[in-house]
């Protein structure tokens, strides 16, 4: 299945790295689960932070889990969608290539994942939501001060995107994405947890424009290193809100 795994990486999937598939990690491959430890998120914002000028911590967290959260959700989202698989995604059992400044640049699996158990959308998506995007949406909100929904914005927002992005694949089949769509359309999930996925994006179709534009339900506070200001997708509630609060400031 390793084999099976290559084959995605084209189409819209054409710009990701494939996986490393390993038992032995490599000594490049640190252990996802490092993430949960605070020390080491500190030492990680530390290094990350030197691009932005050791900005807010808020938002220097924020923009590396955008980062990672695309990787992730990339990856596990074309395996699911598209080859059935569960890929072992759990912080306890994945390895994760960093680039020099520490943003997630591949993953390294131990095996090429699963067939899924069952094919519906209430259990499919459970190793990616339980156990890596909670835990370490716990942890990074834990370490920073953020609120838990900025990151959970990140996710849901590449969620969105590659769900879309993968009905347009060359091994797409008809409705291929369906399943991962009924999870972002649901306000809770099967447990009757609040669903954080639960429509990160709205697509607005502005009176002066042809195609709709991607805007996100929540922002990802990157405004708050002065040099970036908003992000392309930002919506609109926070530019107002900003700008009110720099004006009574």
């Keep these: 299945m390793t084999q099976a795994l290559s084959t995605l990486y084209i189409g819209p999937l054409e710009g990701l790295t494939p996986p490393r598939v390993a038992s032995t990690p490599g000594p490049d491959a640190l252990p996802a689960g490092r993430l949960l430890d605070p020390d080491y998120l500190d030492a990680l914002f530390e290094r990350f932070g030197t691009r932005y000028?050791?900005?807010?911590?808020?938002?220097?967290?924020?923009?590396?889990?955008?980062?990672?959260?695309?990787?992730?959700?990339?990856?596990?989202?074309?395996?699911?969608?598209?080859?059935?698989r569960d890929l072992p995604l759990g912080l306890d059992t994945l390895h994760l290539v960093q680039s020099e400044e520490g943003q997630t640049t591949g993953l390294v699996l131990p095996h090429a994942g699963k067939p899924l158990a069952r094919l519906d959308s209430d259990s499919r998506f459970t190793t990616l939501l339980d156990n890596h995007l909670t835990p370490l949406v716990e942890a990074l909100?834990?370490?920073?001060?953020?609120?838990p929904r900025v990151f959970?914005?990140?996710?849901?927002?590449?969620?969105?995107?590659?769900?879309n992005a993968l009905a347009d694949h060359p091994m797409a089949g008809p409705d291929v994405n369906e399943p991962a769509l009924a999870l972002i359309e649901r306000r809770?999930?099967?447990?009757?947890?609040?669903?954080?996925?639960?429509?990160p994006v709205r697509h607005v179709t502005p009176e002066t424009a042809e195609a709709p534009s991607r805007i996100r339900r929540l922002c990802c506070i990157r405004y708050l290193i002065d040099e970036?200001?908003?992000?392309?997708n930002c919506p609109l509630a926070c530019r107002r809100g900003a700008r009110a609060a720099r004006a009574t400031g």
């Design 53 to 84: 000028g050791h900005g807010d911590r808020r938002a220097v967290a924020s923009l590396w889990s955008k980062g990672h959260f695309s990787t992730l959700t990339g990856h596990g989202l074309a395996a699911n969608l598209l080859l059935e």
């Design 228 to 232: 970036l200001g908003y992000c392309a």
């Design 188 to 199: 809770t999930l099967p447990d009757g947890r609040r669903n954080p996925l639960y429509r």
């Design 152 to 163: 959970w914005s990140n996710a849901g927002n590449y969620v969105e995107y590659f769900v």
């Design 141 to 147: 909100a834990a370490a920073t001060g953020a609120s």
